[in-house]
């Protein structure tokens, strides 16, 4: 039996590249498959959904999906740590990874498909990555393919022209908050790498690869443009910072995108995926946003309030989720 993991994935998808992230700053022994690769072989016999990451594990057992991905490796690697000892800073690192994964994609996916020099910059990246003996004819086809597929499927994270303008301020605004809590640490939450850190970048890192967001990170983001170039191959350069030295500047984003945007979100399209409505409408920051709702966002919800409640009581964590504009969507 080996002692490998093989993680079958693609580089332009940031739920890959997050988990790739993770396997390397554990050191832990992996192989990574580009999804183009593996063909019918070990991909095909393991996933039980077609999606990647797919993590097969030296027991040969398949695991699908990021999040629960790093926490069954990290329950068997948990060291180096990738949660602060502080009990705030700890559970604010979980609600940023559930941010960066079901409310980061959004801006990722957005900017991907929104503009036609992104369309066929990405388009272009994954026909030659599944082509890459076509002559020119052929991948201009396959970019046409993937262009129209991919195109057409913008609404599945809630992008329409009325919800355009608020995911590319939400985007704007994250830049602008991240870059001067970057300017003293390496991290999210001090100098080593935390949870919150592999989902948050595996969003902002595939966005700069594109033309439009990755112009925005260059033009106005140096410390966080560092930050992504640090998180390929991340490593402990310190330790993490207690919530107090966080606070000043990370306290910005629970509670202009996280309080603010993403928990009303998150809640109301529980709500419509409980009460079988086809489509929802929630007041994000005083503008109406719209979409079919999501059920895998639904389930993603239901586990980050069971791991509220598993925090116990923590005044100084509730004050701190309550005046960000957290903590209702929480309790449910």
Known sequence: MTSVYRVHGVEISPYSVKVRSYFRYKGIAHRWIPRNQDGAGEYQKYAKL????????????????????????????????????????????????????????????HYRWAREVDQLSCAGRIARSMMPTADDAQLASGIAMVRERMVNRVSFVGSNAETAPQIEDSFRETLAILEPHFASRAYLFGDRPAFADFA???????????????????????????????????????????WSKLAPTLTPLLERQVGRLFMPWTVANASAIANGREEFSVELGGRIWSQKPQKYHAKSLAVLREKYQAMGENRALEAILESSGCLAGLRG
């Open 200 to 242: 948050m970048w595996g969003q902002l890192y595939n966005a700069w690869t594109d033309p439009t967001p990755g112009a925005l990170i260059n033009a106005t983001a140096p410390n966080l443009l560092a930050w992504i170039h640090r998180m390929l191959w991340p490593k402990a350069e310190g330790d993490f910072e207690p």
């Open 50 to 109: 077609p999606l990647v990451p797919l993590v097969v594990t030296p027991e040969n057992e398949g695991i699908q999906d990021s999040t629960p991905i790093i926490e069954r490796v990290d329950a068997r690697y948990p060291e180096p740590s990738i949660h602060p000892a502080d009990p705030v800073a700890k559970f604010v690192s979980v609600l940023l990874e559930e941010f960066g994964d079901e409310w980061g994609n959004k801006w990722m996916f």
